[in-house]
């Protein structure tokens, strides 16, 4: 199979106020390193991404640039000052990336645990399917309640996904799924969602639970033990 042009979309404008933190939470720090600095590697090592597009905000430029970009020797970053919204962030994104692109990911700043493995398959998936989204099997029985809070039903939890990033799609695709969103005045959970309304079929690739979103501060603790774990487990592997 040829190599598409892939282009990656990091939206790290978010202001992570559940952190309860001084600072933007893409800028504290795990196992030494800030959470933004963990996920731009993933893909800056990745050798099928081309292109890294960082949307944050434009007074977090300097710092971005101070405390991740200088000090890891990132390559293929190209910042954009992100919107009010993160739809809009993307949108600010897809604007920016090499119009020659085949295929574009978008990936969540604070998802620092991401594994190349599944980044390479959610590409190759999306050359075949058009629109993917990584996820994982829901782990906990999930209730539908109604206005009044009481429950309405319990669907199949052999159905269910809790929906993750990376979401990989052909980027004309989400590009007019973009477009017709601010058209039709539409705010999205995800991108998915606005390909969904598209008409198109969304493969889910499976991925880890070690993929989480840090959003409160017990997700450090977490997200530490994991980075730790796979450090660990690759020095063996290196040495065996």
């Known amino acids: 199979m040829e190599?598409?042009?892939?282009?990656?979309?990091?939206?790290?404008?978010?202001m992570g106020r559940r952190m309860n933190a001084p600072i933007n939470k893409q800028y504290l720090t795990?196992?030494?390193?800030?959470?933004?600095?963990?996920?731009?590697?993933?893909?800056?090592?990745?050798?099928?991404?081309?292109?890294?597009?960082?949307?944050?905000?434009q007074e977090e430029f300097s710092i971005c640039k101070l405390q991740v970009l200088k000090p890891y020797c990132f390559t293929k970053i190209k910042l954009v000052r992100g919107g009010d919204t993160r739809q809009e962030s993307v949108f600010r994104g897809l604007k920016a990336i090499n119009p020659k692109?085949?295929?574009?990911?978008?990936?969540?700043?604070?998802?620092?645990?991401i594994q190349e493995s599944v980044i390479v398959r959610s590409i190759y998936e999306t050359v075949e399917h058009r629109a993917t989204t990584v996820g994982v099997a829901a782990k906990n029985t999930i209730k539908v309640i109604g206005e009044d809070g009481f429950v309405e039903h319990t669907p199949n939890r052999d159905y269910l996904v809790e929906i993750q990033t990376p979401q990989t799609f052909e980027y004309g695709l989400l590009k007019e799924a973009h477009e017709q969103a601010v058209l039709q005045g539409i705010e999205g959970t995800d991108d998915a969602f606005l390909?969904?309304?598209?008409n198109v079929p969304v493969k889910i690739v499976i991925g880890h639970y070690t993929n989480i979103k840090i959003t409160t501060p017990e997700d450090l603790i977490?997200?530490?033990?994991?980075?730790?774990r796979l450090i660990k487990n690759d020095k063996k592997i290196r040495k065996n």
């Open 30 to 57: 795990i196992h030494g390193k800030p959470i933004l600095a963990h996920t731009l590697e993933v893909f800056e090592k990745c050798p099928l991404i081309n292109e890294i597009v960082l949307v944050i905000n």
């Open 222 to 228: 977490i997200a530490e033990s994991i980075i730790k």
């Open 195 to 198: 390909v969904e309304r598209q």
């Open 3 to 14: 190599k598409p042009l892939t282009s990656v979309i990091i939206p790290a404008a978010g």
């Open 101 to 113: 692109t085949d295929i574009v990911m978008v990936h969540d700043g604070a998802r620092p645990v």
